[in-house]
Nanobody, 128 residues
Framework: QVQLVESGGGSVQTGGSLTLSCVTS????????WAWFRQTPRSEREFVAA????????AYADSVRGRFTIYKDNTKMTVFLEMNNLKPEDTGIYYC?????????????????????WGQGTQVTVSS
């Protein structure tokens, strides 16, 4: 049984930092592409960041580029999202997602329907 369990969410002030973790089980972590999405009060679920199984390709939403970093630890079967300089508009529920799909380049990484497995989400709240 595949499981993705996020943690690390919380409440911070503007300019603060958080690191989200997504511990996985039941699959071969190193062969999957991993991503983070979020659902904010203002939008449907939106793409945040992704990194392919090989680490050769990655992508970030324009709104988080330069502030967020996605990275993985294959030995711990965990994907992380380091979030710095947080803003109130970053408030939302953050989901990790994984897919075994392999494609060239990185244009497909933000496509939500490509991802097979999803976590339950973790809440991030940024106050001004």
């Amino acid at each position: 049984q595949v499981q993705l369990v996020e943690s690390g969410g919380g409440s911070v002030q503007t300019g603060g930092s958080l690191t989200l973790s997504c511990v996985t089980s039941g699959l071969t972590f190193s062969t999957y592409t991993w991503a983070w999405f979020r659902q904010t009060p203002r939008s449907e679920r939106e793409f945040v960041a992704a990194k392919t199984w090989s680490n050769a390709n990655f992508a970030y939403a324009d709104s988080v580029r330069g502030r967020f970093t996605i990275y993985k630890d294959n030995t711990k079967m965990t994907v992380f999202l380091e979030m710095n300089n947080l803003k109130p508009e970053d408030t939302g529920i953050y989901y990790c997602a994984g897919t075994s799909v392999r494609r060239y380049s990185n244009g497909w990484l933000p496509e939500e329907n490509v991802y097979e497995y999803w976590g339950q989400g973790t809440q991030v709240t940024v106050s001004s």
